[in-house]
Nanobody, 131 residues
């Protein structure tokens, strides 16, 4: 079983920055996709960013490409951490941010932005951006 634990959320003023972290652990963690999604109150969960653990290729939602950066850090003990650096935050970035990981490996860009491609999800961390 894979466990995902997010951290780094909080309250920040518009224009500020936050760095989210997601620690992934589990002996069977072999999928190549890790991503971040967010959900605002009353809205559907939306894609934020993803990364291929195999090639390091990154994917972003268009509205966040210039402001957010996803990266990953792999450890020898099968733990992996994925980060989301968020700059120039806006009130519309407010929401619960979820980390996700796939059990399978994808070679097509199509899969990285789809919630259904991910098998494991964290509990989420709240990000609130005040105006």
């Amino acid at each position: 079983q894979v466990q995902l634990v997010e951290s780094g959320g909080g309250l920040v003023q518009a224009g500020g920055s936050l760095r989210l972290a997601c620690a992934a652990s589990g002996r069977t963690f072999s999928g190549n996709a890790m991503g971040w999604f967010r959900q605002a109150p009353g809205k559907e969960r939306e894609f934020v960013a993803a990364i291929s653990r195999e090639y390091g290729t990154t994917y972003y939602a268009d509205s966040m490409r210039a402001r957010f950066t996803i990266s990953t850090e792999n450890a020898d003990n099968a733990e992996n951490t994925v980060y989301l650096q968020m700059n120039s935050l806006k009130p519309e970035d407010t929401g619960v941010y979820f980390c996700a990981a796939s059990a399978g490996s994808y070679s097509s860009d199509y899969y990285f932005g789809r919630p259904g491609s991910y098998d494991y999800w964290g509990q989420g961390t709240q990000v609130t951006v005040s105006s």
